[in-house]
């Protein structure tokens, strides 16, 4: 855990658990890396789905409690959110010999939080990568969260080259990922999504876009290798009918009663069900890094505010439908 200094340091805080408006702006103790420690000024963070969760508290079915007992009654224990950033390496501890002060760097700190602020510490060996050149610090900090929990479930389903994946949620940030990856790992991809995003979907690789407004893919005769649920809108026994035996479904939002059941009987009629939390490793980001500069991959922002609208930026992450990451620039990366 990172040391802080008598330094203060700007943060926008949650010590309330609620709607965006509770959200205040605030002076925090500055952190200090520790031997193994990164400290990184912070230029950009984005507002991940966590965040909002952790926020509101408003959890998938089960957590509330759970959510309340590991994060804080009343109010984040942390209250510090953030878990997505990018930003520039100011310090670092006397066993740290990947990255140097000076260095652009992006990364995802998980439960740890802290990318609201000015700065954030967390360990050399976690989720840190440095930036590609080619890539804003803006879409540098949007890039983590989406590709990291696509590579990791991806991963666990085993996704091979000619499968077919169908991505339902398409469109958000995990989505979009999702849809990325899959081509890149040589899948055909079918999306799903609302009609203001098919043109998007389709163009970051999806063979198909299916308008969920105007039709259910359960219907569909096509059957595929994977369904990658990232909305969690139908039931487990609705998306299992169009997998293909040995088909494997991904539940991106499973509530605790159905992630009990995939962790205790994963396989249903010769079917695979893959719920749970995602990895963050170092290892993912730096591929997702290799790929943004060959120009195969990229993050998708919707909209970027600065850190003095933060609150806003809040209210608009909770809008449905964006179509990206929404993005705070927190400062310039020659401030100090």
Known sequence: MARFTADPMAALVCTRYGAPDLLKFSHVPRP?????????????????????????????????????????????????????????????????????????????????MGGHAEYVCLPHHGALAHKPGNLSFEDAAALSFGGTTALSFLGRAALAPGETILVNGASGNVGLAAVQLARLLGSEVTGVCSTAHLEQVHSLGAVRVIDYTREDFTSLDQRFDVVFDVACNLSVAQCLTVLKPGGRLIRIQAGLAEMCRALLQPRRGGLRVLAGTAQERSGDLEQLADWVRQGLYRAVVARVFPFAQAIEAHR????????GSVVMRMQSPASS
């Open 32 to 112: 200090a890396p520790r031997h193994n420690e990164v400290l990184v000024q912070v230029v950009a963070s984005s507002i991940t789905s966590g965040d909002r969760r952790i926020r509101s508290m408003n959890m998938p079915p089960g957590f509330g409690t759970l959510g309340r007992l590991a994060l804080g009654w009343s109010g984040p224990r942390n209250p510090v959110l953030g878990a997505e950033f990018s930003g520039v390496v100011r310090a670092v501890g006397d066993r740290v010999h990947k990255f140097a002060p000076g260095d652009a760097v992006f990364g995802i700190s998980g439960f740890r």
């Open 316 to 323: 608009f992450a909770d809008l449905p439908g964006r179509g």
